[in-house]
Nanobody, 127 residues
Framework: QVRLVESGGGLVEAGGSLRLSCAAS????????MGWFRQAPGKEREFVAA????????SLADSVKGRFTISGDNAKNTVYLQMNSLKPEDTAVYSC????????????????????WGQGTQVTVSS
């Protein structure tokens, strides 16, 4: 069965940095794309970043562009989110997501585009 293990969350002061990691595994597991969403208390779930392994294509939300970087290791089904210049508004639960196959039309920013979701890791940025 598919399992997503996230790590790297924590408490950091504004202006600081964190690096999130997510490793996906399962029976003969492979992924077409992986990424991150976040959800703050009382807020809608928000797309953060995604990477499509073929071509190493990345997509970032405008709110994090220039501060966050997504990268990964396809062979290990592992994705990272380097978060720099963190702001209090970045405080949220960050969830790792996986799209299993290249099929149909889809958008990286839509939650419905992903097949699997991790439990999430808390990121708290103090002012």
């Amino acid at each position: 069965q598919v399992r997503l293990v996230e790590s790297g969350g924590g408490l950091v002061e504004a202006g600081g940095s964190l690096r999130l990691s997510c490793a996906a595994s399962g029976r003969t597991f492979s992924s077409y794309a992986m990424g991150w969403f976040r959800q703050a208390p009382g807020k809608e779930r928000e797309f953060v970043a995604a990477i499509i392994w073929m071509g190493d294509h990345t997509s970032l939300a405008d709110s994090v562009k220039g501060r966050f970087t997504i990268s990964g290791d396809n062979a290990k089904n592992t994705v990272y989110l380097q978060m720099n210049s963190l702001k209090p508004e970045d405080t949220a639960v960050y969830s790792c997501v996986v799209r299993r196959y290249n099929r149909g039309s889809w958008s990286p920013s839509r939650p419905q585009s992903y097949d699997y979701w991790g439990q999430g890791t808390q990121v708290t940025v103090s002012s």
